[in-house]
């Protein structure tokens, strides 16, 4: 079992950047695929962007793709989103999740938050216009 922790979030003007990092507590994340997911006030939780547990791929949403860079540094067990250019409509609870399962480089899975067993608490970011 790991513990997710999320931090870096708050509040950005549009245009801004923001990095969250998501810290784990076991120094086997690095054997984890792993994910960031949103969730805005009345929606649903959405994929933002994965990366797979060698580093080799990585998958973003259409809506962050050339804006937001996921990256990991498994000798920190930590997981980073660089968000730059920040909308406001980016403004959600941002999520770290991660599944020990080997995902095939199955977009599929990487986009699906039934397939991590593993969350964060979430962290906020707030991007005003």
């Known amino acids: 079992q790991v513990q997710l922790v999320e931090s870096g979030g708050g509040l950005v003007q549009a245009g801004g950047s923001l990095r969250l990092s998501c810290a784990a507590s076991r120094r086997t994340f690095s054997n984890y695929e792993t994910g960031w997911f949103r969730q805005a006030p009345g929606k649903a939780r959405e994929f933002v962007a994965a990366?797979?547990?060698?580093?080799?791929?990585?998958y973003y949403a259409d809506s962050v793709k050339g804006r937001f860079t996921i990256s990991r540094d498994n000798a920190k067990n930590t997981v980073y989103l660089q968000m730059n250019s920040l909308k406001p409509e980016d403004t959600a609870v941002y999520y770290c999740?991660?599944?020990?399962?080997?995902?095939?480089?199955?977009?599929?899975?990487?986009?699906?938050?039934?397939?991590?067993?593993?969350w964060g608490q979430g962290t906020q970011v707030t991007v005003s216009s």
């Open positions: 990366i797979s547990w060698s580093s080799s791929s990585t």
């Open positions: 999740a991660a599944d020990l399962s080997y995902f095939g480089g199955s977009l599929y899975n990487y986009m699906n938050p039934n397939e991590y067993d593993y």
